[in-house]
């Protein structure tokens, strides 16, 4: 994956491969992102806490954390695993198809992850990719980021900067250090 | 749990690393005018043929106008996103983070 995103970016990104719940760049950002539900590839507390803290010691004094997760669904959490939902359709550019994908999911409620199987079907061929994604609750994130240090200054509940509420898509987080 | 560790540098990651240490010269620090963006792994496949086409076709348009528009409210004017590189972002980039693959294969 960083080597196709290093080819697309070029010089304009420095990629590195990582461990993000334990780095020092030697240097301080203003804004520090974690976008497009990653923060659910921490699965465990110890993860959430470690990374929050190297995110902090890296945040300059004015710096903003901003993160972004979906708002968990629970009529989406307990669908049945052979519930297949179609989640995308779009024009494949390298062929005349359309590239269809379709999830199906499982949820495991002690562990709170997600295990999403999406199978992208592109003419006769098709390819399938597995994600593990954490669940975290609306108060859940919050708390974490509190005890982390971290003081919430908005909450979105969407991309247009709606307020965060009970019907939102998403939890969109922008926090500075308390 | 492994934790490998892969790092490449640009002449920008240079100019930035200066300091002697994080801990012991903190006030000494320019911060990066730069976003730090931390992200999870993901197939190649799924890379190439998933989300690129997806932020290709708009499915990640908002999330990216989103991210681009907090940036440069917050001063970051030559950021960059994964999906749409802007040009002026050569001058100040990005840094990106990802976990290892196989951290997440051997959960």
Same mark, same amino acid.
């Given at each position: 994956?960083?080597?196709?995103?290093?080819? +697309?970016?070029?010089?304009?990104?420095?990629? &590195?491969?990582?461990?993000? !719940? /334990?780095?020092?760049?030697? +240097?301080?950002? &203003?804004?520090?992102?974690?976008?497009?539900?990653?923060?659910?590839?921490? $699965?465990? /507390?110890?993860?959430?806490?470690?990374?929050? +803290?190297?995110?902090?010691?890296?945040?300059?004094?004015?710096?903003?954390?901003?993160?972004?997760?979906?708002?968990?669904?629970?009529?989406?959490?307990? !669908?049945?695993?052979?519930?297949?939902?179609?989640?995308? !359709? =779009? *024009?494949?550019?390298?062929?005349?198809?359309?590239?269809?994908?379709?999830?199906?999911?499982? =949820?495991?409620?002690?562990?709170?992850?997600?295990?999403?199987?999406?199978?992208?079907?592109?003419?006769?061929?098709?390819?399938?990719?597995? #994600?593990?994604?954490?669940?975290?609750? *609306?108060?859940?994130?919050?708390?974490?980021?509190?005890?982390?240090?971290?003081?919430?200054?908005?909450?979105?509940?969407?991309?247009?900067?709606?307020?965060?509420?009970?019907?939102?898509?998403?939890?969109?987080?922008?926090?500075?250090?308390? | 749990?492994?934790?490998?560790?892969?790092?490449?540098?640009?002449?920008?990651?240079?100019?930035?690393?200066?300091?002697?240490?994080?801990?012991?010269?903190?006030?000494? #620090?320019?911060?990066?005018?730069? *976003?730090? @963006?931390?992200?999870?792994?993901?197939?190649?496949?799924?890379?190439? +043929?998933?989300? %690129?086409?997806? @932020? %290709?076709?708009? $499915?990640?348009? @908002?999330?990216?106008?989103?991210?681009?528009?907090?940036?440069?409210? $917050?001063?970051?004017?030559?950021?960059?996103?994964?999906? @749409?590189?802007?040009?002026?972002? !050569?001058?100040? *980039?990005?840094?990106?983070?990802?976990?290892?693959?196989?951290?997440?294969?051997?959960?």
């Amino acid at each position: 994956m960083i080597g196709v995103a290093r080819s +697309r970016l070029g010089k304009s990104a420095e990629l &590195r491969l990582a461990d993000m !719940r /334990r780095f020092d760049l030697c +240097r301080e950002f &203003r804004l520090v992102l974690i976008a497009f539900n990653s923060i659910g590839h921490l $699965h465990k /507390r110890s993860d959430v806490e470690n990374c929050f +803290r190297c995110v902090k010691e890296h945040l300059a004094g004015d710096g903003l954390f901003v993160l972004s997760m979906f708002n968990p669904d629970l009529r989406l959490l307990t !669908r049945r695993a052979d519930d297949v939902r179609e989640v995308s !359709r =779009y *024009p494949d550019p390298e062929s005349e198809h359309d590239v269809i994908v379709t999830e199906t999911c499982s =949820y495991d409620r002690a562990t709170q992850i997600l295990t999403s199987n999406w199978l992208y079907t592109i003419g006769g061929s098709n390819f399938d990719t597995q #994600l593990l994604l954490r669940i975290f609750f *609306p108060q859940e994130l919050d708390a974490l980021l509190h005890y982390a240090g971290f003081e919430i200054r908005h909450k979105f509940g969407s991309f247009d900067r709606t307020e965060f509420a009970a019907d939102s898509s998403h939890q969109i987080i922008l926090a500075t250090a308390a | 749990m492994q934790a490998l560790r892969t790092i490449a540098s640009s002449s920008h990651a240079l100019r930035t690393m200066s300091r002697k240490g994080h801990n012991s010269n903190a006030n000494a #620090l320019v911060a990066s005018r730069a *976003p730090l @963006a931390l992200g999870g792994p993901l197939s190649n496949e799924f890379y190439k +043929r998933g989300l %690129q086409y997806e @932020a %290709q076709h708009k $499915h990640l348009t @908002a999330d990216v106008d989103f991210y681009r528009a907090v940036a440069r409210e $917050h001063g970051d004017r030559y950021w960059s996103s994964h999906a @749409a590189p802007v040009e002026s972002s !050569r001058r100040s *980039p990005a840094t990106v983070m990802t976990l290892p693959d196989s951290i997440s294969k051997s959960r």
